[in-house]
């Protein structure tokens, strides 16, 4: 008889209530409990991305270290960006690629630099030999009560984090993007129904809905489609750095319908399904992993 894969998604990661814990931003994964789960022992690829060259940005820890495992498990060399401070995380992960036999290049560097965005552009296709997904995950949040309490440096440094290093970096790309490309950016459920603490936060993940249609609608007669994947609250080092006030820690994720957060793991499928050549007929659309809070 064959076995059955059926199992139950409410109870087949972590649903209990969280240490109080608190790091500064960017935090490091490594220091965390528990540690997130990325599919470091998990995810098993079937050549969905065979031959495939992958720049992808936040790319140490939590959903980019998901979807750089997976991308690598699914056939295709990457370079991850992610800030310096964040080396430990990023050597990490350019372990877990290399034992797959795949290529990770490692380009730390901030991505509010508009110039920096391009050399990592640059980088990524001459050490990969080419560049055909982006996969923009990185980000920055931090909850504040009130809008007294958000500088105007605070403001424009998270619009230039979210939202201007997509448009940044993609600009760099795409003289270098064959037809076949893909781009996924990262929206949140924050895009579509704002919690009152992320001022800062939310707005730019409505900007992000809104260039990834954009740009999909420009891009589709060139044969690059672009997607956004919109996470709901996933257990990562942006939620435990200020990206949530301490206090709401425990019990983050408890009030979605599946009564838990999700793991950075749980993102992989859609990333990669998103890049692959199964979803040759879908661009322009946002992706919902919320855990059943509705992203309409
Ligand atoms: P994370 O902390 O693991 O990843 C965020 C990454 O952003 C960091 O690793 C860092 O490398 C990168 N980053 C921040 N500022 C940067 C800068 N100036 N230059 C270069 N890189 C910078 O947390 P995560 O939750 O996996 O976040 C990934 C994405 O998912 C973000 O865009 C976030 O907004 C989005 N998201 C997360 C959640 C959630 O609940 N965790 C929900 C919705 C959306
Ligand atoms: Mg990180």
Redesign the pocket.
């Known amino acids: 008889m064959t076995e059955s894969t059926v199992e139950d998604p409410k109870t087949k990661y972590f649903n209990g209530k969280y240490p109080k814990q608190k790091q500064e931003?960017?935090?490091v994964?490594k220091k965390m409990d528990p540690r997130?789960d990325c599919g470091e022992k998990s995810y098993r690829g079937s050549g969905k991305l065979k031959g495939r060259k992958a720049l992808i940005?936040?790319?140490?820890?939590?959903?980019?270290?998901?979807v750089a495992i997976a991308y690598a498990r699914e056939g295709a060399d990457i370079a991850i960006?992610?800030?310096p401070v964040?080396e430990e995380?990023a050597r990490e992960v350019q372990k877990l690629v290399e034992a797959e036999d795949r290529k990770a290049v490692l380009i730390p560097?901030?991505?509010?630099n508009e110039s920096?965005c391009k050399e990592m552009v640059e980088k990524a296709n001459q050490e990969l030999g080419g560049l055909d997904i982006l996969a923009l995950?990185?980000?920055?949040?931090q909850a504040y009560p009130s809008i007294e309490e958000i500088s105007t440096e605070e403001l424009r440094?998270t619009f230039?984090?979210?939202v201007f290093?997509l448009f940044w970096t993609v600009k760099a790309a795409l003289p270098l993007l064959p037809e076949g490309a893909s781009i996924i950016t990262?929206?949140?459920?924050?895009g579509y129904n704002p919690n009152p603490m992320l001022l800062s936060?939310a707005p730019?993940?409505s900007a992000i809905i809104g260039f990834t249609k954009s740009l999909a609608k420009q891009l589709a007669s060139k044969g690059i489609r672009v997607n956004a994947v919109?996470?709901?609250?996933?257990?990562?080092?942006?939620?435990i750095?200020g990206?949530q006030p301490s206090e709401a820690i425990p019990q983050f994720?408890q009030m979605t319908p599946m009564k838990r957060?999700?793991q950075?793991v749980e993102l992989a499928g859609a990333y990669v399904l998103l890049a692959s050549n199964e979803s040759s007929y879908v661009t322009a659309q946002v992706y919902g992993v919320t855990g059943g809070i509705p992203t309409a």
């Open positions: 931003a960017p935090a994964q997130p940005t936040g790319g140490d820890s939590g959903i980019g270290r998901a960006n992610y800030l964040e995380d560097g901030d991505l509010s920096f995950i990185a980000g920055k949040q440094k230039e984090i979210n290093s990262t929206s949140s459920v924050e936060y730019t993940k919109a996470p709901g609250p996933i257990w990562t080092p942006l939620q750095s990206g994720g957060a999700g950075p």
